[in-house]
């Protein structure tokens, strides 16, 4: 009885694996950067290829998400723009529609719904533009320093790529909800 259950539990995971993949996101620059100290500066084997295990399989789902997710938006689901959304309040929370599946017994959205739902339907892709950064910046955290020069270094190209990130977010502006999009270019402007 308890292992159909866990299969029937696991099974649900893989075949809506949104949650997973939005604490993924979440915890996903924390994972590298630990990945990549366990990497650099190992204290035994053991943790060099825990190490190396943890990186592979960040850039393993970064791949993923690129590939099952922002390459399939046209085919899978599309952004519907809801005729009825009236008022600045509205389009600044909310959004002017939702995102629905193309095939009703697909339910793509809900599977992927953490990964779309928050960007605009030809942006779906930013999401891997936001891991990528995500793992070079956490790279850069543990490049080894032996001087404030080198230090500075390291802090003036984490620098160049939050500028990179605020010029990209301010031009191609990739949020559904107009507040994403100031509150990114805001929060990107104060830390780069």
């Given at each position: ?27 996903f620059?924390?994972?590298?950067l630990a ?7 190992p ?8 190490g ?10 970064t ?19 809801d005729?009825?959304?009236?008022g ?11 995102w ?9 959205v ?16 930013y ?8 793992f070079?910046?956490a790279v850069?955290?543990?490049v ?27 031009y ?11 509150l ?9």
């Amino acid at each position: 009885m308890h292992q159909g259950c866990f299969e029937a539990w696991t099974q649900g995971l893989l075949r809506f694996p949104s949650a997973q993949l939005f604490m993924f996101k979440w915890l996903f620059q924390g994972t590298t950067l630990a990945g990549m100290v366990l990497l650099l500066y190992p204290d035994n084997a053991y943790q060099f290829c825990v190490g190396a295990a943890v990186l592979l399989l960040c850039l393993a789902v970064t791949v993923r998400v690129l590939r099952v997710v922002a390459m399939s938006v046209p085919h899978k689901a599309w952004y519907m723009v809801d005729p009825q959304t009236v008022g600045v309040l509205q389009t600044l929370l909310i959004g002017r529609g939702e995102w629905v599946s193309a095939l009703r017994e697909e339910h793509w959205v809900n599977r992927y719904a953490s990964e779309v739902r928050c960007y605009k339907e030809h942006m779906a892709w930013y999401g891997v533009v936001e891991y990528w950064s995500s793992f070079t910046l956490a790279v850069m955290a543990t490049v080894p320093t032996e001087s404030r020069e080198q230090c500075g270094l390291v802090k003036a190209a984490s620098g160049v790529v939050y500028a990179l990130l605020l010029v990209l977010e301010g031009y191609l502006w990739p949020h559904v909800r107009e507040r994403d999009n100031v509150l990114d270019f805001v929060i990107l402007g104060g830390v780069g």
